[in-house]
Structure formats: structure tokens, C-alpha cells
């Protein structure tokens, strides 16, 4: 007990005092990352751990694995990988998640310089480019973690994605893949990580990384199907707080819990044994993250209430999951004790809800599937293209988050700047003239600090000349697809208060769009979202009812460097 104490005084006094990286790095091998102190190498540190985490066995070495692989016996591997805590510093993983990983190549093994061929190919060299590498559509562009990686670590991660997508042209939504990218980086070379992530894609025998949108729902509905069963006290607790639908939005983030939410340890070892079982580790570790959710918050020392938790129950789980009090062998333990959770079981509810899924599309036209993050409203090469060519203020990852806000009919057509300061001038004259007759508009604003702001406007700016009965021009038009965003330094969107059937404030909440010759406004009621001036200089933007926004910049007045709007062609 003493000796305990003694090295968690230490940890702790290490762990406060500096960041540095921790985890493996071969000296032979660029360096893409730089971790903060997670699991730091002094001896009594490491004691420590190994105390919380009961180890008291000599950990396997890679040999030892490597000869279970060989002699093909897979139940002891999944054992030995279970049971083995491997520090996050271990030099173990730049062997065995290779290892693991082309247990399940499909095929011949890639020959030596094969990737090299292929960055040659697609890129026309293999210098890395010194502008952003353009991502295939499959990528979730909200979800683009980077766990850590510096900026040269990042581009890698986006060739290795990018050549992938080339190489594999099937896959049409794929939001885990640019993260696991990201992770293997840190443990190998990026010809290697390609070779792994070539091998996960390619594995039949198991899922590893689902490449479709209709998969990608078959994997959330089939949680929360097991979930309901197996984790059952977690979900109805999880109804009684969000009643009905909300429940579904919850399970739709599963992964991100994992993937996004657990600290860099926790999830480096789950990550041990995916390579190995696959997706199913996913699934067990999702449902034990509810578990302990459930029992931290219904304990009598919770720092958790109800009023908060419904009031940001979106939100809840993924914040449980960052701040995780168990440590990452009690979270597996608890994920693999789940009782009557076996494989085939997995595999059923799997293949049913596939079915189901599947008979709906057709007889339905794909139109009762959920719209949750996918290829079908991401902007096409030529879209991205168009953008990167025309674009003061929009990056290729900005441009996703905005798409994936637009309403799904909008995204079929292509955006063309209709009108930009750089190139038209500061006039609202001008903007009237290249502007007013399109619907929808997309309107962006880069103000002189760089925050990047704007909104998507559902009407004509010519409407503010249309006159009502009385023949008095209206002040207000618009409807309320109307919504405002932010996209630097925060992303987000504000929908009309009115989608969720908050028109509490009357007439308030819907003053959308309005516009004269000497200004133009957007979102009305206690204040304007957004309000310029004539010559589009200076522009103020406050709290509003029509859509309960903050101010989309700290200060409040802003000074314009750049205003974009596009249109759609063929809207």
C-alpha cells in the first residue's frame, strides 16, 4: 500500500511538471506526432500502472504473440491481448498491429514500393504537396481526428487516405477510416499504415471498417439493438431522459464515443484487440462505456443531475467518455464480461437489420433512410474544385462542414461565386445586381480578425422589393430553411428556432432576411445576426430570436476583408 502511494505521488508530480511524447518511436522512422505525457517511462511511474492495473506477470513479448499468429491458434492470441496491458510506450505495436492487420490481406501481399507507385501515380510525385491534399468524398470531414499528429503528420494521414480512395474506388462512406489512419501513424511508416488499412478494407473473414452509408447505419442500429438487451438499465435510463427519437440521434454517434471520446490510452488498447477480433470490439466496448455511464451517474456521489444531463444529453455520453475515471484494463474487463453476448448473436441482429435495412431502400427509394453524415450530400471532385479555385475564405474541410448543413436537394448542384468583394467591388449596388435573382444564396463572411461566418439564405434578395396588398414593400422575407453558421474559430450551425417549435416569440422568430439600398440584415427579434452596411465594410452582429444564436464574433462589430456569396447552378 505504501509503495502504491509513494509511486502515485510520483506520477502524479511527473504528470503535472511536463509534456512530452511518450509513445514508441522508431529511431529509424520520421516522427509524425507529438503526444502529450499520457504513460510517462520513469521505473516508478510505470511500478504504478502496472499496480492500478493488477499486473504482475512479465508482459509477451511480440515473439511470443508472433508464434501464437504463425501456429494459427486465434482464440490464444485474442487471450493473450485481452490479458496483456501493454504500456502506450511499448515498442510492441509497431510489430503486432502489422501483424495483426495482414492476417487479413486479401490475396497475394503488396509488394515492396507498390504505395510508392501509387502516390506516384495519383500525385505525380512523392514530395508531400505544400497545399491541403484534397479528401475523397467518403471522409467524414467532421470527424477528421488527428489524434496528436503535427502538421506534416496530418498530410501524411490525407495521402494515405487519398490513395486508398484511389485504390479502392467501391467505397462510398467511410467516417472511421481517416481516424484509425491517424492512429496507426503514431506505431508505424506510412507505407506500412497503408498496407494495414488495405488489409482492413479488404478483410472478409470480418468487419473491420464499414465502406457504405447503409452499413454505416446497420453498425449504430445494431448497438443500440444489443444495447437494449445487454445494457438495458443504461437505455431505459437513457429514455427516460431523452424520450422519443432523441435516443436514436444518441446511438448514431457510437463510434465517436470510442473514437473520439476515450483518452489516448483507453483507446490504444481497445485498438489492440480490433485489429485482431474486429468491429464486435466496438460493439462490447460501446455497451460498457453505457454500463459505467449509467453507474456514475445514478451513484449518490455524481457530479451529473438530471436538469443538465437532458438539457445536453447529445453531448453527455462523449464527455463521460473523455473524462473516464476507469482505467483502460477495467474498461475492456467490463466490455468482455458482458455475459451472452457472443459473436453469432452479434452477427444475427447484424444481418437482420442489413435486411430490413435494405428492403426499405428498395422499396422506398433509399428516402426512409436516416441522413446521417454521408457521401450523398458531400460536395463532388468538381464541386471541391470549383471552390479551392474561386474561394478567399473557404478551406476543402470548411466546405465539407457546410455541405453536410445544406438542405440534401441543394446538394446536388454545383456552387458558383456569384459575387466577391476581391474581384466586384464593395458596393451593395453591385451585390444586388449579380445576386438577387438566385435562390438559394450562400453567404460568407471573412472578417479582418479571420473569423468566418455567414449564412445560407432560402430566398431571392429580390424580394425585398416584392409589395403586399397594400402595396407597401415587406420588411422581413424568407423561410425558415434559412439558417446562420460559423465555421472559424468555432464551427457551428443555428437552424431557425421555429424547426423545433420554438415560435414562443411570435413574429419575433421569423424575421429572416431584409434589405434596402443602405443595408442588409439577416435574423431579426432583440437584436440582427447579421447586419452590413452599404458598402460592405462594417457590419455588427448580435444575439437574435429568429435563431437563438450567439454573436458570431467575439466583439460584436466586425470589419469585413472578404464577402463570398454562391449560388447553385441549376437550382
Not at 306 to 333: M, Q, Y
Not at 430 to 448: A, D, G, N, S
Request: with cysteine.
Amino acid at each position: 500500500m505504501v509503495a502504491k502511494s509513494t509511486a502515485l505521488k510520483e506520477f502524479l508530480t511527473l504528470e503535472s511538471a511536463s509534456k512530452r511524447s511518450s509513445v514508441y518511436v522508431d529511431p529509424d522512422r520520421e516522427v509524425f506526432f507529438e503526444l502529450p505525457l499520457y504513460i510517462p517511462t520513469n521505473e516508478s511511474v510505470t511500478k504504478c500502472f502496472n499496480l492500478f492495473e493488477g499486473k504482475k506477470a512479465t508482459l509477451k513479448t511480440f515473439n511470443d504473440v508472433q508464434q501464437l499468429l504463425q501456429q494459427g491458434k486465434k482464440r490464444e492470441v485474442k487471450t493473450a491481448i485481452r490479458e496483456n496491458a501493454w504500456p502506450i510506450n511499448s515498442p510492441i505495436r509497431s510489430q503486432l498491429w502489422p501483424a495483426l492487420c495482414s492476417q487479413y490481406q486479401n490475396g497475394k501481399s503488396m509488394l515492396d514500393g507498390f504505395y510508392w507507385d501509387m502516390v506516384n501515380q495519383v500525385f505525380g510525385t512523392t514530395e508531400l504537396p505544400d497545399k491541403p491534399i484534397m479528401l475523397p468524398p467518403f471522409v467524414d470531414s467532421t470527424h477528421c481526428l488527428p489524434y496528436h499528429l503535427t502538421r506534416k503528420g496530418r498530410a501524411v494521414a490525407d495521402r494515405v487516405v487519398s490513395v486508398l480512395g484511389y485504390a479502392c474506388p467501391d467505397i462510398t462512406y467511410s467516417p472511421s477510416l481517416y481516424p484509425i489512419t491517424s492512429l496507426l501513424l503514431h506505431f508505424m511508416s506510412e507505407e506500412e499504415c497503408y498496407h494495414c488499412m488495405a488489409s482492413l478494407v479488404a478483410a472478409k473473414e470480418k468487419v473491420f471498417i464499414t465502406q457504405t452509408k447503409l452499413l454505416h447505419e446497420v453498425t449504430w442500429k445494431t448497438v443500440m439493438q444489443i444495447a437494449k438487451k445487454h445494457a438495458k438499465a443504461a437505455v431505459i435510463h437513457l429514455q427516460r431522459l431523452c424520450p422519443g427519437q432523441k435516443i436514436e440521434r444518441i446511438f448514431m454517434d457510437w463510434c465517436w464515443w470510442i473514437l473520439g471520446g476515450l483518452p489516448f490510452p483507453h483507446l490504444v488498447r481497445v485498438m489492440d484487440c480490433y485489429f485482431h477480433e474486429g468491429i464486435k470490439v466496438f460493439y462490447r466496448v460501446s455497451l460498457a462505456i453505457l454500463i459505467l455511464f449509467q453507474k456514475n451517474i445514478t451513484s449518490s456521489n455524481s457530479e451529473w443531475n438530471t436538469e443538465s444531463l437532458k438539457n445536453d444529453i447529445d453531448n453527455a455520453i462523449p464527455k463521460f467518455c473523455k473524462a473516464i475515471s476507469v482505467s483502460p484494463t477495467k474498461l475492456l474487463r467490463t466490455a468482455f464480461n458482458i455475459r451472452a453476448l457472443s459473436s453469432t448473436y452479434i452477427s444475427r441482429v447484424f444481418i437482420k437489420t442489413e435486411m430490413v435495412l435494405k428492403s426499405r431502400s428498395v422499396l422506398s427509394g433509399s428516402k426512409q433512410l436516416v441522413r446521417s453524415r454521408s457521401s450523398d450530400n458531400l460536395p463532388t471532385s468538381q464541386s471541391q474544385m470549383n471552390i479551392q479555385m474561386m474561394s478567399h475564405t473557404l478551406t476543402i474541410r470548411e466546405l465539407f462542414t457546410l455541405w453536410s448543413w445544406l438542405p440534401v436537394r441543394i446538394t446536388m448542384y454545383q456552387p458558383v461565386l456569384l459575387y466577391t468583394t476581391e474581384e466586384h467591388g464593395c458596393s451593395l449596388t453591385t451585390f444586388y445586381v449579380r445576386v438577387e435573382q438566385h435562390e438559394p444564396t450562400l453567404l460568407m463572411i471573412k472578417t479582418c480578425n479571420n473569423e468566418v461566418f455567414g449564412a445560407y439564405c432560402s430566398s431571392r434578395w429580390f424580394e425585398r422589393n416584392v409589395k403586399d396588398d397594400k402595396g407597401q414593400k415587406q420588411a422581413y422575407f424568407g423561410t425558415g430553411e434559412t439558417f446562420l453558421f460559423s465555421l472559424y474559430p468555432e464551427r457551428s450551425k443555428y437552424p431557425w428556432v421555429g424547426i423545433d417549435g420554438d415560435t414562443k416569440h411570435g413574429h419575433g422568430s421569423e424575421l429572416f432576411m431584409a434589405a434596402d439600398a443602405k443595408m442588409i440584415t439577416i435574423g431579426g427579434g432583440e437584436g440582427q445576426a447579421i447586419w452590413m452596411d452599404e458598402n460592405i465594410r462594417y457590419g455588427k452582429t448580435d444575439k437574435c430570436m429568429t435563431f437563438n444564436n450567439p454573436p458570431l464574433c467575439p466583439s460584436g462589430d466586425f470589419e469585413i476583408r472578404v464577402l463570398e456569396v454562391y449560388g447553385f447552378v441549376g437550382v
